[in-house]
């Protein structure tokens, strides 16, 4: 991992609030392919305290892509905490795996069932359409989550449940 992004990466964790907006605008402005190793602290970053460090690791987060598959297991831990932005980033970059994010489904069928963010359960039924046919135990989470009162999440949900159809 390049030296300056590994710093970077470890001043997002000072508890000087300058010293983790600096650093998570630094980031942002890395080339996505260097920043896939800072994947998981940027979507910590967007449960912090202070707004300009959540609205830079989210900017960096738009532009990453996929994460590398081996930070599949921390993104899940990620999936179930208690901030919303935390969690939906974190459903986002599990879903950018694709099949390789297949480990992740219990997870995602649990936020889908029990999020108590709305944009998070939306995030977790796309997230099992992008894993397609390797997400087919989620089928009975989808059905009912297709039918529920939220459009967004309805058509999420049937576009997740047609992913398994052959």
Known sequence: MDQDIASLMAALGSPQETARAEAAERLSRVEP??????????VEACGDESEAVREAAASALEELGAPAPEQLEGLIGLLTGDKADVAYWAATLIGRLGRDAAAAVPALVEALQDSPYQ??????????????????????????????DDARLARLAEGALAQFEP
């Open 33 to 42: 392919a260097e920043m896939r190793a800072a994947a998981l602290v940027m």
């Open 119 to 148: 944009n998070v359960r939306q995030r977790a039924a796309w997230a099992l359409g992008r894993i397609g046919p390797g997400a087919s135990a989620a089928r009975e989470a989808l059905r009912a989550a297709a039918a529920s």
